[in-house]
């Protein structure tokens, strides 16, 4: 389906590409950590990759990214 809708009669396969910001909280030592999500059409090609970034609703499955990240995290936390 994705290829379908982000990528074009090549067959080339369409990637997700997934950028992490991390957010410092300036009354606290905690880390806001987000992320956003784009569909890659030509992916490698120096001249015809596109990104599309998908909206919030479409973003929501990456969710678990972060909160395993976040689980992760805090046990390497408390081990050290």
Not at 12 to 37: G, M, N, P, Y
Not at 56 to 72: A, P, S, T
């Given at each position: 389906m994705n290829t379908l809708v982000y990528g074009d009669w090549s067959g080339?396969?369409?990637?997700?590409?997934?950028?992490?910001?991390?957010?410092?909280?300036?009354?606290?030592?905690?880390?806001?950590?987000?992320?956003?999500?784009y569909m890659i059409g030509e992916h490698g090609d120096i001249h015809f990759e596109e990104e599309h970034k998908l909206t919030?609703?479409?973003?929501?499955?990456?969710?678990?990214?972060?909160?395993?990240?976040?689980?992760?995290s805090s046990l390497i936390a408390r081990i050290r």
């Open positions: 080339k396969k369409v990637w997700i590409r997934i950028k992490v910001f991390l957010h410092a909280l300036d009354s606290t030592a905690q880390v806001l950590l987000e992320c956003d999500a919030r609703v479409h973003r929501g499955r990456f969710q678990e990214l972060l909160d395993e990240h976040l689980r992760w």
